[in-house]
């Protein structure tokens, strides 16, 4: 366990549904970051959160919403999606000191969405 | 434009063997970079990492190693066994930009 947990580990969803991914971090980290894996494909970051505050959207789709309560969880909403959105949505968080992002960052073990 | 790759998608060796993973990155700003494994079902989990101003890093059975002027960075791992079967990836940043390559497949056969 690398102290990230993700809910659900599972997720089929419609295109027309409103679904959510949540992230919890049980490591003290001040960075938290969302991902999409594709298959096949490098790891494609999405979203940064520093100190509760967002600091990078890497030109993701309106449809992909993130929310950051505090340091410690974190959250993506979705709406509409597309079929091409099925993927594995990583989380990951990090101790971030600096604000930078070079520094390690351990991940959740993702959410496998499907959009029918 | 610059990008993280791997120069082989697979590698297949016999249990026991070395293993040895590379990477080629192009971006001369990256000052920091890190070895990443991933098993079926699982998110990535960090192995290794180094920074700028080394060029070689060891750890327990995996060494990295940095070679700044090819911009290269490769993975060793000693004594493969089945359990490192996975794929491996590797990542290059700095504070403004983290990149992930695509990832190798390492297989371990018996």
Redesign the interface.
């Known amino acids: 366990e ?1 102290g ?1 947990t ?1 809910t659900p580990r599972h997720l089929v969803m419609g295109m027309t549904n409103k679904k959510s991914l949540k992230c919890e971090q049980h490591l003290g980290h001040n960075a938290m970051y969302w991902y999409k894996q594709s298959a ?4 494609e ?1 999405m979203f940064v959160y520093n100190f509760k505050e967002q600091t990078e959207n890497n030109s993701v789709p309106s449809r992909f919403s993130p929310e950051c309560p505090n340091s410690s969880h974190l959250f993506l909403h979705l709406h509409t999606l597309q079929p091409e959105d099925s993927a594995l949505y ?1 989380c ?1 968080s990090s101790l971030n000191p ?13 959410t496998r969405l499907t959009v029918l | 434009g610059e990008n993280v790759g791997l120069h082989l998608p697979t590698l297949s060796v016999q249990e026991g063997d070395n293993s040895i993973i590379n990477c080629a990155y192009s971006n001369s700003a990256s000052d920091y970079f890190i070895w990443y494994k991933q098993e079926s079902g699982k998110g990535p989990q960090f192995i290794i990492d180094i920074r700028s101003n080394m060029d070689k890093r060891q750890g327990q059975r995996v060494t990295v190693l940095l070679n700044k002027t090819v911009k290269h960075l490769s993975l060793q791992i000693a004594a493969t066994q089945p359990g490192d079967s996975a794929v491996y990836f590797c990542a290059e940043s700095n504070n403004n930009d983290m990149r992930f390559g695509a990832g190798t497949r390492l297989t371990v056969k018996p």
């Open positions: 690398t990230v993700q096949k494909k490098p790891l970051l990583l990951a600096s604000g930078g992002l070079a520094d390690t960052q351990y991940f959740g073990p993702g």
